[in-house]
């Protein structure tokens, strides 16, 4: 993380080091600048020590004014960089600020999403059963609640025709089983017929040479020696 900038410091790095003179001091560079005069030569002792404290005043001055100018200038940038980051922006379908003070962006404006859109465009109050369950079939497709419900709907139908099936295929196997016993049970009466006449026809030594017996169809035939043939 960026660390603040030290002002201070600078103030102190561009003011300089200063030793603010002693009382001794003025008092030797005053002697100093009597033996000076005195002996016809130009007294400066004081005076540098008074120059020495004007440059440090200024230099004082200079620093303040340079730190002055600094801060304002950082103060104008995160300004103007605040501003800048309070700007509303777009994500998605939402309008928000940020607020540099508190660091938290704040919603404007909430876009209606494409769920709600189409539970809208459906004529459903928002926030009811259908309305939700709407948005839920757009976010869920195939695993919504309207999905699920035509599944058990259609689970429900395709059982009922099951039964329904299983009830004609039923009927089918007995109504089969019927025609099969009541064509067994003709057959077998055709064929106790043909046996019973049989018994009664005599041989061929016996009556007209030829045995008689009734076809399936209940016509009167006879064997020729070689094969069943219509009575003549």
Not at 2 to 16: H, S
Not at 149 to 177: C, K, V
Not at 202 to 219: C, T
């Amino acid at each position: 993380m960026r660390q603040p900038f030290d002002y201070d410091a600078a103030l102190k790095a561009l003011t300089g080091d200063y030793k603010k003179p002693k009382a001794w001091q003025y008092a030797l560079a005053a002697v100093g600048d009597a033996l000076a005069r005195n002996g016809g030569h130009q007294a400066f002792a004081v005076q540098n020590i008074v120059n020495q404290q004007n440059e440090y005043r200024q230099r004082q001055l200079d620093a303040a004014e340079t730190i002055a100018g600094w801060q304002y200038d950082d103060w104008a940038r995160q300004n103007e960089a605040d501003l800048r980051a309070s700007n509303p922006f777009t994500i998605g379908r939402e309008r928000l600020a940020y607020d540099p003070a508190t660091g938290e962006a704040n919603v404007l404006y909430r876009g209606r999403q494409d769920a709600e859109i189409y539970a809208d465009s459906l004529g459903f109050d928002r926030g009811s059963e259908e309305w939700n369950a709407a948005a839920q079939d757009f976010v869920l497709r195939g695993s919504g609640p309207s999905a699920h419900a035509r599944d058990l709907e259609l689970d429900d139908y395709r059982t009922a025709n099951d039964r329904d099936l299983e009830g004609y295929r039923q009927e089918n196997r007995l109504e089969m089983e019927n025609t099969r016993q009541r064509n067994r049970s003709a057959m077998e009466s055709a064929r106790q017929g043909n046996r019973m006449t049989l018994r009664q026809t005599p041989s061929a030594g016996r009556g007209s040479g030829r045995r008689r017996a009734v076809d399936g169809n209940g016509n009167a035939v006879e064997w020729d020696g070689k094969a069943w043939v219509p009575v003549k």
